[in-house]
Nanobody, 115 residues
Framework: QVQLIESGGGLVQAGGSLRLSCAAPRSIFSSNTMGWYRQAPGKQRELVALISSRDSTNYADSAKGRFTISRDSAKNTVYLQMNSLKPEDTAVYYC?????????WGQGTQVTVSS
């Protein structure tokens, strides 16, 4: 069973920073696109950022200029550095691994930004 292990969520004041981590098995990390998504209460899950196996990145408009996605192949881990956090960033953040034929999701980590 493939597991994506997320960590780094928590409570932070507006304007603060958090770094989320997602560790994946080497068997899928090296070849898959990795992404972060989020789901706020009462809303649909939405894309935050993606990073391909070749380090090409893509961001939602809400994340551009504030969030940075990166991957560490030595640790099989993808990160989401979040700066200048806003109350509207409050959500459960999910890691996703996207392969040619299968995808995997993490269990989610809560991020709460207080005003």
């Amino acid at each position: 069973q493939v597991q994506l292990i997320e960590s780094g969520g928590g409570l932070v004041q507006a304007g603060g920073s958090l770094r989320l981590s997602c560790a994946a098995p080497r068997s899928i990390f090296s070849s898959n696109t990795m992404g972060w998504y989020r789901q706020a209460p009462g809303k649909q899950r939405e894309l935050v950022a993606l990073i391909s196996s070749r380090d090409s990145t893509n961001y939602a408009d809400s994340a551009k200029g504030r969030f940075t996605i990166s991957r560490d192949s030595a640790k099989n881990t993808v990160y989401l550095q979040m700066n200048s956090l806003k109350p509207e960033d409050t959500a459960v953040y999910y890691c996703r691994s996207i392969g040619l034929t299968r995808e995997y999701w993490g269990q989610g980590t809560q991020v709460t930004v207080s005003s």
